[in-house]
C-alpha cells in the first residue's frame, strides 16, 4: 500500500545545471499536485496534473520551470539553469476522486534541492 | 486571489500548556483541510471541516469552522511533545487547488 514516492530525498546540483524530481502518485490517484517550500516557510501551490494534461500552472515560474504527468511513468518537475534561490524543498501531492480541493491531499517525503 | 492567513507564526508553551492556531481567509470557504508537518518531515492530512460552525475533535485536539466559513482553529489541550511541529490550514483557491496558510510552528519546553 505504497504512499506518494518521490525521488530522489536530496538532490544537488551546481548553478546552471539541471534538476529532475519525479513523483508517482499513490495507487489509484489521478491527481498531481506540485509545491514548493522554502526554508521556514509554507507550502507554496506550483501545478497541478492530471494525466498528460496541466490543469493549473498558475504558480509555476515563467521560464526554467515545466512539469509534465505522462500516459505511462511519473511527473517529473523539471528545473532548467538552477540558481541559489530554486534551493527549497519541492513535494508532490496526489488525491483521489474529484481531487482538491475537495478531498485531502498525500503527500510525497519531498525532494530537497540545494543550489551550490 | 483568495488568501488563508494563519496565526500566530510561531509558538512555544511548557509540556501540559493548550495551543491554539487560528486561520482567516478574505473569502467564504467551501471547506477546509488542516495539516501536521513534522520538522524534516512532509504535511500530513490531520481533518477536513465542511459546515458552517462545525466542531471535530480527535483526541486532544479540537478543530472549529467558523460560522461564516471564513475562518477556523485549531486547539490543542495538554500539550505533549509529539505535538511539536507546524500546523497548516490550507483552503481551496477556485475548483482546482488548494492554498496553505503560512502555518503556525509549535514547540515544546519538556
Known amino acids: 500500500n505504497a504512499g506518494v514516492m518521490q525521488n530522489p530525498r536530496h538532490l544537488v546540483r551546481r548553478r546552471g545545471q539541471e534538476a529532475r524530481l519525479r513523483c508517482s502518485p499513490m495507487?489509484?490517484?489521478?491527481?498531481v499536485y506540485w509545491y514548493r517550500q522554502l526554508p521556514e516557510e509554507g507550502l507554496k501551490f506550483m501545478v497541478y496534473?492530471?494525466?498528460?494534461?496541466?490543469?493549473?500552472e498558475s504558480g509555476m515560474p515563467k521560464e526554467r520551470f515545466s512539469a509534465e504527468f505522462p500516459k505511462e511513468g511519473p511527473s517529473i518537475l523539471r528545473i532548467q539553469q538552477v540558481v541559489r534561490g530554486d534551493s527549497a524543498a519541492y513535494f508532490c501531492?496526489?488525491?483521489?476522486?474529484?481531487?482538491?480541493?475537495?478531498?485531502?491531499?498525500?503527500f510525497g517525503n519531498g525532494t530537497r534541492l540545494t543550489v551550490t | 486571489g483568495q488568501q488563508v492567513m494563519q496565526i500566530p507564526q510561531y509558538q512555544h508553551v511548557q509540556e501540559g500548556e493548550d495551543f491554539t492556531t487560528y486561520c482567516n481567509s478574505s473569502?467564504?470557504?467551501?471547506?477546509i483541510q488542516w495539516y501536521k508537518q513534522r520538522p524534516g518531515g512532509h504535511p500530513v492530512f490531520l481533518i477536513q471541516?465542511?459546515?458552517?460552525?462545525e466542531v471535530k475533535k480527535q483526541k486532544r485536539l479540537t478543530f472549529q469552522f467558523g460560522e461564516a466559513k471564513k475562518n477556523s482553529s485549531l486547539h490543542i489541550t495538554a500539550t505533549q511533545t509529539t505535538d511539536v511541529g507546524t500546523y497548516f490550514c490550507?483552503?481551496?483557491?477556485?475548483?482546482?487547488?488548494?492554498?496553505f496558510g503560512q502555518g503556525t510552528r509549535l514547540t515544546i519546553n519538556p
Open positions: 501531492a496526489s488525491s483521489p476522486g474529484q481531487g482538491a480541493p475537495n478531498s485531502p491531499l498525500h
Open positions: 495507487k489509484g490517484h489521478s491527481h
Open positions: 496534473l492530471q494525466k498528460e494534461n496541466i490543469i493549473d
Open positions: 473569502t467564504t470557504l467551501s471547506n
Open positions: 471541516l465542511v459546515k458552517s460552525g
Open positions: 490550507a483552503g481551496p483557491q477556485g475548483a482546482q487547488k488548494l492554498v
